[in-house]
C-alpha cells in the first residue's frame, strides 16, 4: 500500500495554533492572579490587650486592601525582642506604648505630657530608626490606682488628690514590688501627700478579691486591665502625672510604607477609636471568658463601621 502523509488544512493549522497560544495566554493569567506581594508581618506582645489590636491591625488591611499578611502574635520579652525584629525587617508592624517606647528604648526622661511625649517619641523613632508611630488609639494602658465605687462616691474621689484628701479613712493594698520600687508607693505618697489609715502587701494575682472583700479600699493596677469593670471599680484621675502615660499606637517600618503607603490610612482608621472602657471590656472577655481575640475584634471593628 502507498504510504499517505496527513496534511493539514491550512486554516485547520492556524486555528489549532491560535487556540493553543489563548490556551496558554490564559494559564498564564490564572497563575498571575495569585497574590505575589510580600507579605506584611504583624506581631504582638503575649497578652489579651496586644493580641486584640494586633489582630485589628491585621484585619484592617485584609478586609481594605490585598496586601497579605503574617500573623506573629505573642513573641516573648515583648519590646525588647520585638523592636530589634523591626529594625531588621522580620517584623512590619506592631501596637506600641508611648512610656516603653520613650523611657525603656530610648531611655529617655519622662515627659509628663501626654501629647508632648508622643510627638517626642514619633520624631525619635522617624529619625534614629526609620520607624513610624502612626495616630494614637485613644487608650492609655498606664499605672493607675482604683477604688471601690461605692468608696468612691461616699467620699467624692475622682482624682489621687482628692485620695489624698480622704486617705486617713482608706485602706490601701498593693502587690510586695510597688512598695519597694523606686517610682512606686513612697514616692507616689510624698508627690500627692497620702496617710492612708493603713497600707496592706497583697499577692498580685489577689488583689482584686481583697478589694471585693473589704480587706482593702484601694488597688494599684493597670487602667485597661479586664477586671476593673467586673469588680465595681474606679480609676482615678493622675492629676499631677505622677505616672508615665502609655497610650498605644501602631508603629510601622518606613520602608514598609514605600512599599505600602495605603496602609497609613487603613491603620489610622483606629485613631481615637478605643476608650479605655472599650478596652477594659476587651481585655475581660478574652482574659476572663476565654473569647477569641480575632472574634471580639473583629466584632469591635464592625460595630464601629471599621470594616
Known sequence: MENKKNYLNPTIKKSIILLLMVSLLGAGLLLGCGNDQDPVVVASKPHAEQYIIAEMISILIEEHSDIPVERNFGIGGGTSNIHPAMLSGEIDIYPEYTGTSWMFVLNEDLIEDPIELYDATKAAYEEEFELKWLELYGFNNTYALAIDEDIAAEYGIHTYSDLAEASGEIIFGAEYDFYERDDGFDALAEKYGFDFQR??????????????????????AFSTDGLLGAYNLRVLEDDQFFFPSYFAGTVIRMETL??????????????????DEEMIDMNYRVEEENEDPEAVAREFLEEKGLI
Open 258 to 275: 514605600e512599599k505600602y503607603p495605603e496602609l497609613e490610612e487603613i491603620l489610622n482608621r483606629l485613631a481615637g477609636s478605643i476608650s
Open 199 to 220: 497600707e496592706v502587701e497583697l499577692d498580685i494575682g489577689l488583689k482584686y478579691q481583697a478589694i471585693e472583700q473589704g480587706e482593702v479600699d484601694v488597688i494599684n
